[in-house]
C-alpha cells in the first residue's frame, strides 16, 4: 500500500516497519526501484515498538496477522 500512497504525498515521510528482515529486503528494493524517497525502512515488533510516545502523526496497517 505505500507505493501507491508514498508517490502520491510527496510532503510526507512514512516509516515502514516489520519484524521479518527478509520483508524489510523485499519492501526497500521495490521502495528503490520506484524511486520513493520519502520512505523509510526498520525492524520492529509492533508490541514493542522503539517510537518516542507521540512521534507518528498516524499509523497505517496492511497485512498484519498475529498469531498465538
Given amino acids: 500500500q ?3 500512497i ?5 510532503s510526507s515521510h512514512f516509516t515502514c516497519v516489520d519484524i ?3 520483508s524489510l529486503k523485499v519492501a ?3 521502495a528503490k526501484d520506484l524511486d ?3 520512505v523509510h ?6 508490541f514493542q ?7 507518528l502523526d498516524h499509523i ?3 497485512f498484519v496477522l498475529e498469531s498465538n
Fill in 20 to 22: 521479518s528482515e527478509q
Fill in 49 to 55: 515498538l522503539s517510537f518516542p510516545d507521540q512521534s
Fill in 36 to 38: 520513493l524517497a520519502n
Fill in 60 to 62: 497505517f496497517l496492511c
Fill in 28 to 30: 526497500q528494493q521495490l
Fill in 2 to 4: 505505500t507505493k501507491i
Fill in 6 to 10: 508514498a508517490p502520491q504525498n510527496l
Fill in 41 to 46: 525502512f526498520c525492524r520492529e515488533d509492533l
